[in-house]
Nanobody, 121 residues
Framework: QVQLVESGGGWVQVGGRRRLSCALS???????????FRWFRQVPGKERELLAG???????RVSDSVKDRFDIYRDISKNTHILTMNSLKPEDTGIYFC????????????WGQGTQVTVSS
């Protein structure tokens, strides 16, 4: 099994910045198989939205909806992937979930417990 623990959530002022971290731990064999490290956002009444992802090889994908403000990277030494968020807006308020995926015909997804980010003035 793989465990993901998010940190960095909280309240932030409109226009501010925040950095969310996702630390992975667990079975070494499973960790080695993970190919995607991602961040999602859940807003009440809406589907969970994929914001950004980084592959094991370092390829980065950021959703068009946030690409000018959000970024993602991995700290391999700490087995952590980080979402950086700038110029935050009230509509960025939500629960942020990190994810790790083992790709394949039957992909396996591991999720963190979620961390709340609230943006207000």
């Amino acid at each position: 099994q793989v465990q993901l623990v998010e940190s960095g959530g909280g309240w932030v002022q409109v226009g501010g910045r925040r950095r969310l971290s996702c630390a992975l731990s667990g079975d070494a064999h499973q960790l080695e198989r993970i190919g995607w490290f991602r961040w999602f956002r859940q807003v009440p009444g809406k589907e969970r939205e994929l914001l950004a992802g980084v592959t094991k090889a370092g390829t980065i994908r950021v959703s068009d909806s946030v690409k000018d403000r959000f970024d993602i990277y991995r700290d391999i030494s700490k087995n952590t992937h980080i979402l950086t968020m700038n110029s935050l807006k009230p509509e960025d308020t939500g629960i942020y979930f990190c994810n790790a995926r083992i790709s394949g015909l039957n992909p396996v997804d591991y999720w963190g417990q979620g961390t709340q980010v609230t943006v207000s003035s």
